[in-house]
């Protein structure tokens, strides 16, 4: 079945340091992928939802110069971290969502997640 | 009120037994339902769709009673592996909506 790869799946870093993670669809092309982010004994929190060749639809309360995000192709997004501090970190999970098709079956594949950890 | 909500639990459950939990939805126009399990700071992986007639999956039933918004798990036989995250999905105005989840535990 389809998979979505993210990379790195861990990161510690430093107060201040830009972090990107990659979310890639490895077997079909995905227009749209989501980002999550999750914070310890809580639900999934959408971050963004980005499409392919446009600008990124943001959710309300998240900083989209913070939280950059880049869909170059059918199957590669990428959200960067920008000058990351401490509560920034949490559990972000990318998602793709399928071909046309498969949605009712499988509406969204996710990657494994990347645990970011600010010193 | 919440677009979606469910008991976070947790549900401490003896192995073997049956256990059913609820999730709520707010918008009846909703049009998709789906359970999806979450292992302690994983990725959230689909269980099942859930059908207006209701479907079955090994020991996971999910039923959709669409009069009085709600959707529902039912688990028999529980295996200590069932212990995770249950999240209640809701596709809703083109957007998949989350439930918070139910934290579901299996004692041996």
């Known amino acids: 079945g389809a998979v979505v790869s993210q990379h790195p799946s861990w990161v510690i870093c430093k107060s201040g340091t830009s972090v990107k993670i990659e979310c890639r669809s490895l077997?079909?092309?995905?227009?749209?992928m989501f980002w999550y982010r999750q914070f310890p004994k809580q639900s999934l929190m959408l971050m963004a939802t980005?499409?392919?060749?446009?600008?990124?639809?943001?959710e309300q309360g998240v900083e989209k110069d913070k939280f950059l995000i880049n869909h170059a192709s059918l199957t590669l997004s990428t959200l960067t971290v920008t000058s990351a501090h401490p509560e920034d970190s949490s559990f972000y999970i990318c998602?793709?969502?399928?071909?046309?098709?498969?949605?009712?079956?499988?509406?969204?594949?996710f990657g494994d997640g990347t645990r970011l950890s600010i010193l | 009120r919440k677009e979606v909500e469910q008991d976070p639990g947790p549900f401490n459950v003896p192995e073997g037994a049956t256990v059913a939990f609820n999730c709520t939805y707010s918008n009846s126009a909703s049009q998709s339902f789906f359970w999806y399990r979450q292992d302690c700071r994983k990725e959230p992986k689909l269980l099942m769709s859930?059908?207006?007639?209701?479907n079955e999956d090994g020991r996971f039933t999910a039923q959709l009673n669409r009069a009085s918004q709600y959707i529902s798990l039912l688990i028999r036989d529980s295996k200590l592996s069932d212990s995770a995250t249950y999240l209640c999905?809701?596709?809703?105005?083109?957007?998949?909506?989350w439930g918070a989840g139910t934290k579901l535990i299996i004692k041996p």
């Open positions: 999905v809701v596709f809703s105005n083109y957007q998949l909506i």
């Open positions: 859930v059908y207006s007639s209701g």
């Open positions: 980005s499409n392919e060749g446009s600008k990124a639809t943001y």
């Open positions: 998602s793709a969502r399928p071909p046309v098709g498969e949605y009712s079956n499988q509406p969204q594949h």
């Open positions: 077997d079909f092309q995905a227009t749209t």
